[in-house]
T-cell receptor, first 109, second 115 residues
Framework: KNQVEQSPQSLIILEGKNCTLQCNYTVSPFSNLRWYKQDTGRGPVSLTIMTFSENTKSNGRYTATLDADTKQSSLHITASQLSDSASYICVVSANKLSFGAGTTVTVRA | DGGITQSPKYLFRKEGQNVTLSCEQNLNHDAMYWYRQDPGQGLRLIYYSQIVNDFQKGDIAEGYSVSREKKESFPLTVTSAQKNPTAFYLC??????????????FGPGTRLTVL
């Protein structure tokens, strides 16, 4: 069973709308959690990184939250743009890195 | 222009052939990694290297081989023993393998297709 579960698997939103992606993990001991954005056919690019003591981190229109007690993280995209269409991957660092399968976001005009 | 590069972008292999994927970085990172990405799955670690002339097997190393003769380079060979090699291959590097310095920077990827 994957130790990092992401939901939903995919979603479609209209341009200008907001959306929230979820990441639940079971890995321990927890070191940090990252969200990556991966455009189709490209390598992932880091959006945010949070350590145990941080519960929110923003990068422009992307805001990540972390609840280390419940082992949950979310990525909120505000005022979505067509360029936000991509796969978003949650990566949890413990003794090694564990990757979620990703959420594919499609933004339509 | 710092970064991590992979070549080729697309690669086609015939059954029974070995092929080598290139990965180069000029970030002065000690650690380098190879991942395989299949649809609907998370990235899976093939091999990683913490330092020159040393590398370790990841979760799915069977049918693959690597070398780390230079800090900047970490080529991956997909051998004929790999039964299902069609996938998107990602190379990454980081300052170190542990702690906050294990943030990985990824290359653009190589898509390998077996004909």
């Amino acid at each position: 069973k994957n130790q990092v579960e992401q939901s939903p698997q995919s979603l479609i939103i209209l341009e200008g709308k907001n959306c929230t992606l979820q990441c639940n993990y079971t890995v321990s001991p927890f070191s940090n959690l990252r969200w990556y954005k991966q455009d189709t056919g490209r390598g992932p690019v880091s959006l945010t990184i949070m350590t145990f003591s941080e519960n929110t981190k923003s990068n422009g229109r992307y805001t990540a939250t972390l609840d280390a007690d419940t082992k949950q993280s979310s990525l909120h995209i505000t005022a979505s743009q067509l360029s936000d269409s991509a796969s978003y991957i949650c990566v949890v660092s413990a003794n090694k890195l564990s990757f979620g399968a990703g959420t594919t976001v499609t933004v339509r005009a | 222009d710092g970064g991590i590069t992979q070549s080729p972008k697309y690669l086609f292999r015939k059954e029974g052939q070995n092929v080598t994927l290139s990965c180069e970085q000029n970030l002065n990172h000690d650690a380098m990694y190879w991942y395989r990405q299949d649809p609907g799955q998370g990235l899976r670690l093939i091999y990683y290297s913490q330092i020159v002339n040393d590398f370790q097997k990841g979760d799915i190393a069977e049918g693959y081989s690597v070398s780390r003769e230079k800090k900047e380079s970490f080529p991956l060979t997909v051998t004929s023993a790999q039964k299902n090699p069609t996938a998107f291959y990602l190379c990454a590097s980081s300052i170190d393998v542990s702690g906050i310095y294990n943030e990985q920077f990824f290359g653009p990827g190589t898509r390998l297709t077996v004909l």
